[in-house]
């Protein structure tokens, strides 16, 4: 069996303003690599540690690995958060403004990608890890909108999921196993993006 922890990246400074990322590339916040600090000291020993190609899950696993010594952190663009089409870089006010109750009704603007079209980029990587870490005890820095995806896949209840908060996954021979969510920040670090 191979041991995931899906992570969600530290605040990026589109999380502290309230705006959709999608694919869009905004840094982490100087809090969000202060939680990066911090949830190393909570995330035990791995084997290895991959990661979105996007710059905030990106040196999230950096500073991971740095604090903890294992490393080189592989990247692998098929983790990529959800591309959010024409919402990228908006905030709520804002959407509610161009596409009046789409957020109520849970509709979706122009472009944007599919729970289909995430999971098939995420079962992807899943396999790599699986066939190249086998056994391993593997971090998995990655974002929100993927680890939804799992989630309601696997027919698990919608919940906001915090900056630094993860999902423990098991893998053996093709099969997925969800196990517990684990926040990886003490208390008073929490923040969870209200975008969605």
């Known amino acids: 069996m191979t041991r995931l922890l899906l992570v969600r990246h530290g605040q990026s400074t589109w999380n502290a303003d309230g705006r959709w990322q999608g694919q869009a590339d905004p840094p982490l916040s100087s809090f969000g690599r202060l939680q990066a600090a911090h949830a190393a000291k909570a995330v035990g020993s791995v084997d290895v540690i991959v990661a979105s190609d996007l710059e905030r899950a990106r040196d999230t696993a950096l500073i991971i690995s740095e604090a903890i010594g294992v490393g080189p952190v592989v990247i692998d663009a098929d983790l990529r958060e959800r591309d959010a089409g024409e919402w990228s870089g908006l905030t709520r006010q804002e959407i509610e403004e161009r596409w009046p109750g789409y957020l109520d009704a849970r509709k979706r603007p122009p472009g944007w990608e599919s729970d289909v079209s995430v999971l098939e980029r995420l079962h992807r990587a899943l396999e ?69």
């Open 128 to 196: 790599r890890i699986e066939e190249e870490y086998a056994g391993a005890d593997v971090l998995v820095v990655t974002h929100g909108g993927v680890i939804y995806a799992l989630e309601g896949h696997h027919d698990v209840e919608w919940l906001r999921i915090a900056n630094l908060e993860a999902r423990e996954v098991h893998l053996a021979g093709g099969t997925t196993t969800l196990r517990e969510r684990l926040v990886l920040v003490d208390p008073d670090e929490i923040t969870v993006p209200h975008q969605i």
